[in-house]
């Protein structure tokens, strides 16, 4: 090392290089040769080589304290700040007393935005700091103060604060004072800082008995505690309003020249929030001598100190004076003036402080809903609207999640707003605009899209199906789902999961009640993709029940065939399903359904509601021995089923009826057979009459049908539950048969009275 140090010195850089690596190959864990190359390279101006080589030195002998700091500023050279503070960190392990070490290290945890660890910093060195070093440890807790109030740890502040006070009682300043009763009154310990006011500046508190005649003098802390509390008690318990009565004791106040109108200020905070009014007008005197322009925000202090103790007469020319300022003039002091103007029942006053704050803050929610609720209540519901209009473009909804949790909660009460005042196509407008916000992924990928228009006379918000080229393309679907993300953890916290689903279905039935069931059904549509409803298996089935209900309204049957499809799949013994099922089958004059009741009945082949339905597929379809074979099948099953004699006898009456068939004869005898079998079955009434001649007539037995016709005519219709008489009634139906009868006898007159007596409405 002594040979490579003199080549050092020489100028022989190379070989002294060599010589020290040489020297780290036999001995890696000696420290010397990196020192020495660290120089070298710092001599050559490689600062980074040399930082390097540096910090391997510093490891290999790691109490050298100042070469810990030589590399932590090396370091910030190279703005490494944090390669800096660990260099400072391990020449404290070495040295934990260094108060410059624990300053460097603090600042750049300052730097690096490490609040927590660089006040830790400083609480050391307070620690650290001599008794006779006073003023610097009054500035340091200052600084620390001000730096835990910002990051709003106001307990650790004061904890800072009262150690300085401990301490330093004769070092302390107006400004530390200042500072102390700021954080006492922001953690509401007004006790507290009237102490440190009255302790600190020279005011004086006397309160006076007037029984007693006796003066005394409380300043803060000096004053027993015992005393103070039974002060502050009296004072609660009498208030000034009743200075009449003789226990009441007087309270007045004195203040030194000298003190800062802000610490005066404070004092009348804290005499507020404790009760103690008395000493209050001379001190609001000397406040109001001040221009508001200059010292408006001691104003609002003392303004928001009566707004939270309930004394509005007290509070409202402070705020009066500040709205009247040029300075002052701001959305926040018009939104304290209006509040005390509602509290002191000035409402037509409020509403117009409220409109101001709105002007100055559009963005502010509970001004907005504040000034909507006063005009309603002041009888102008259309200015209660105005004052609910959406503050956000769609644009900005969709990328900012705290816009759109802003947004919902004023469209919310606009909703219910507008529902109270009838206005039902505003409502819908609401309620499709916040579940857009909700479903915006879902709706994409049921191609549904939210469009406003003017077709109805007004412009309102309508639902449509738009086609898959118009959704937008991967990279916008992506960006938009991850903004979707954050919006719907936004818009979950402001409305549960029931919660949104009870606002769907009160836009599915508010879209019913104004027969717009297509809208309806789209809704459902977007409704279904969105994996929180369809996850729910109760929800996702009430989905499908109102999907199915809205298609069936609309009148699009071949939708709402593929919802009850899937529904008999999962219900096959259900009846109230399969009569939805022919309403829907026998509406959309559509055969898809007969493939799906044969494939059904293989996989249930003992349904008897499939069998039935089977029969009556292939029956219209002319497969009548098909037909028979499913209604034989019925037939066995439930032989007392009038419905079944009655479709096996019209069977047999087809297939007789058809041009080549073999033993016409003995198919008309089975027929009429199994009809007398339902007419038994059945009992006399009209329906029972009417069949049996309609077979008749269909075979051109026409005497025997005028028979049956006119025993038909005899009966009244049957009477049943939930079904009007008029529907049940066949008596037009079977004198139009009649006449057509009458008519290709040549009987005309007997056709024209058939049709005269029943059929005329």
């Known amino acids: 090392m002594g040979e490579a140090n003199i080549r050092f010195a020489r100028g022989e850089r190379e070989e002294a290089i060599l010589m020290c690596m040489e020297i780290i190959r036999q001995a890696p864990l000696a420290h010397e040769p990196f020192s020495t190359l660290a120089m070298i390279y710092e001599d050559q101006g490689d600062m980074e080589k040399s930082l390097q080589f540096g910090l391997i030195a510093a490891h290999l002998n790691p109490s050298n304290t100042e070469e810990w700091v030589r590399l932590a500023e090396m370091s910030l050279e190279q703005d490494n700040i944090k390669q800096a503070v660990f260099c400072y960190t391990k020449a404290l392990k070495y040295d ?38 006073g003023e610097r440890f009054m500035q340091l807790a200052r600084d620390m103060a001000k730096s835990y109030y910002e990051a709003n740890d106001v307990t650790s502040a004061i904890e800072i604060v009262e150690e300085a006070f401990t301490k330093h009682q004769s070092l302390v300043s107006m400004e530390d004072v200042n500072i102390a009763a700021e954080l006492y009154i922001s953690s509401k310990q007004y006790d507290k800082a009237l102490a440190v006011i009255t302790d600190f500046t020279g005011i004086v508190l006397e309160k006076k008995t007037p029984e007693k005649s006796a003066t005394e003098e409380k300043k803060g802390a000096a004053v027993e505690t015992q005393e103070s509390q039974e002060a502050v008690t009296d004072n609660q318990s009498h208030p000034v309003a009743e200075s009449s009565a003789p226990t009441v004791e007087k309270v007045s106040c004195c203040i030194p020249e000298g003190v800062p109108i802000d610490i005066t200020v404070k004092l009348m905070v804290c005499l507020i929030h404790l009760n103690i009014l008395e000493p209050l007008s001379p001190l609001l005197t000397t406040l109001v001598e001040q221009n508001p322009e200059d010292m408006g925000d001691l104003y609002l202090d003392v303004a928001e100190a009566f707004l939270d103790v309930g004394e509005y007469n007290s509070a409202l020319p402070l705020l009066s004076s500040l709205v009247c300022s040029e300075r002052y003039n701001l959305a926040v002091v018009w ?23 709105v002007d100055l803050a559009p963005l502010h929610l509970d001004a907005r809903i504040s000034l909507s609720t006063l005009q309603q ?7 209660a609207l105005e004052a609910l209009e959406p503050m956000y473009d769609p644009d900005t909804l969709a990328q900012d999640a705290n816009a759109a949790q802003q947004e919902l909660k004023l469209l919310l009460h606009r909703s219910t707003l507008l529902y109270s005042q009838g206005k039902m196509y505003g409502y819908i407008d609401t309620l499709l605009t916040m579940l857009a916000m909700l479903l915006k992924v879902a709706m994409s990928r049921a191609q549904v899209c939210l469009i406003s228009s003017s077709k109805s006379g007004e412009r309102h918000l309508y639902l449509i199906k738009v086609s898959r080229d118009k959704i937008s393309d991967n990279d916008d679907q992506e960006t938009a789902n991850c903004d979707a993300k954050a919006i719907f953890a936004v818009l979950t916290s402001v409305l549960t999961k029931d919660d949104w689903w009870n606002l769907l279905l009160k836009a599915i039935y508010a879209l019913c009640d104004l027969s717009r069931y297509k809208e309806a059904e789209l809704l459902v549509d977007s409704s279904l993709e969105y994996y929180s409803f369809y996850e729910d298996r109760q929800k996702r089935k009430e989905l499908e029940y109102f999907g199915l209900s809205a298609a069936i309204l609309d ?19 259900k009846p109230q399903l399969w009569n939805i099922f022919n309403q829907v089958t026998m509406q959309s004059q559509d055969v898809r359904h007969h493939r799906f009741c044969l494939r059904l009945m293989l996989k249930n082949p003992d349904n008897h509601v499939l069998c039935v339905l089977n029969g009556h597929n292939a029956f219209v379809s002319g497969s009548f021995k098909h ?3 499913q209604y034989v099948q019925a037939f066995r099953a439930n032989p007392d089923e009038p419905l079944y004699s009655l479709c096996i006898g019209l069977t047999f009456i087809h297939m007789a009826s058809q041009k080549y068939v073999l033993k016409r004869h003995a198919l008309l005898v089975q027929g009429f057979s199994f009809l007398h079998r339902y007419l038994d079955l059945r009992g006399p009434c009209q329906e029972s009459f009417y069949n049996l001649g309609r077979g008749l007539h269909q075979l051109g037995l026409l005497h025997l049908a005028i028979h049956y016709y006119q025993r038909a005519l005899e009966l009244p219709p049957l009477t049943l539950e939930g079904i009007e008489t008029d529907q049940t009634d066949l ?28 059929a005329v409405v």
């Not at 945890?109 to 400083?122: F, N, P, R, S």
């Not at 209540?377 to 200015?383: A, D, H, N, T």
């Not at 065939?561 to 013994?573: H, K």
Request: aromatic share 10%; charged share 25%; net charge positive.
């Open 377 to 383: 209540q002041l009888g102008r519901p259309e200015k």
């Open 555 to 573: 009148k699009n049957f071949r939708k709402a065939y593929n919802y009850i499809r899937i529904m008999v799949m999962e219900n096959v013994n």
């Open 627 to 629: 037909a028979l074979g």
């Open 731 to 758: 008596r037009r139906d079977t004198a139009f048969n009649l006449s057509l009868i009458y008519q290709s006898s040549g009987n005309t007159r007997m056709a024209q009275k058939m049709l005269y007596t029943y």
């Open 335 to 357: 939104l304290r003036h209006a509040e005390c103007l509602k509290a002191l029942g000035h409402m037509e006053r409020a509403a117009e402080s409220y409109a101001k704050v």
């Open 96 to 133: 934990p007393t260094n108060v410059r070490f624990l300053w460097e290290r603090s600042s750049l945890y300052e730097q690096l935005g490490e609040q927590k660890m660089a006040m830790d910093g400083y609480r050391r060195i307070l620690n650290l700091l001599a008794p006779s070093d």
